[in-house]
């Protein structure tokens, strides 16, 4: 992107340990592989606290992508947060009333990220997979990897969430 302002992308789930972080590390790994500048990436959860950590199956499988997760710190989501994001993509329909109850003037700024990708699923959530098996983690990657890779060409542009209400 040739803009003057970078623009903030933030993904959001539960504790920030599993999802979000998945989410941003891999977009900022494809924004990275493509020579895609000007946005910034982050994540954040609803229930999270700097005392949790990446490990087990999660730092395998990001291990296995060639992602460095080792220095990620959980974060609870802020209002500040939301309102320095241009566009904020979540896990789950609980995530997504959690952040429009916190800072309803971001409500235009806030989809699932199945539903920014437009998928038309019965459901839109994105199933946590804390505490299952690496396989699980594997599933729950390559199905956010594929959303990511749906709605990229959205994210890369300016005005990311138009006509996206």
Same mark, same amino acid.
């Given at each position: 992107? *040739?803009?003057?302002?970078?623009?903030?992308?933030?993904?959001?789930? $539960?504790?920030?340990?599993?999802?979000? #972080?998945?989410?941003?590390?891999?977009?900022? /790994?494809?924004?990275k592989? /493509? &020579?895609? &500048?000007?946005? /910034?990436?982050?994540?954040? &959860? $609803?229930?999270?606290?700097?005392?949790?950590?990446? !490990?087990?199956?999660?730092?395998?499988?990001?291990? %296995?992508?060639?992602?460095? #997760?080792?220095?990620?710190?959980?974060?609870? #989501?802020?209002?500040?947060?939301?309102?320095?994001?241009?566009?904020?993509? #979540?896990? @789950? @329909?609980?995530?997504?009333?959690?952040?429009?109850?916190?800072?309803? =003037? /971001?409500? *235009?700024?806030?989809?699932?990220?199945?539903? !920014?990708? &437009? =998928?038309?699923d019965?459901?839109?959530?994105?199933?946590?997979?804390?505490?299952?098996?690496? =396989?699980?983690?594997?599933?729950?990657?390559? %199905?956010? %990897?594929? !959303?990511?890779?749906?709605s990229? *060409?959205?994210? $890369?542009?300016?005005?990311?969430?138009?006509?996206?209400?």
């Amino acid at each position: 992107m *040739n803009d003057k302002q970078d623009r903030n992308v933030l993904f959001i789930c $539960t504790g920030n340990t599993c999802r979000s #972080v998945m989410a941003e590390y891999l977009l900022r /790994n494809i924004l990275k592989e /493509n &020579g895609i &500048g000007g946005i /910034n990436v982050s994540s954040a &959860g $609803t229930a999270a606290s700097p005392s949790y950590r990446i !490990y087990g199956a999660l730092k395998t499988v990001m291990d %296995e992508r060639g992602l460095d #997760v080792s220095g990620h710190e959980s974060t609870q #989501v802020t209002k500040a947060m939301l309102d320095g994001s241009h566009l904020i993509l #979540v896990m @789950e @329909e609980k995530h997504k009333d959690y952040l429009t109850g916190l800072s309803p =003037e /971001n409500k *235009n700024k806030i989809f699932l990220l199945k539903e !920014y990708a &437009g =998928e038309s699923d019965f459901s839109k959530d994105i199933p946590d997979p804390i505490g299952s098996p690496a =396989e699980i983690y594997r599933a729950t990657m390559s %199905e956010i %990897e594929k !959303y990511i890779f749906k709605s990229l *060409n959205k994210i $890369t542009r300016k005005g990311a969430n138009d006509g996206c209400a």
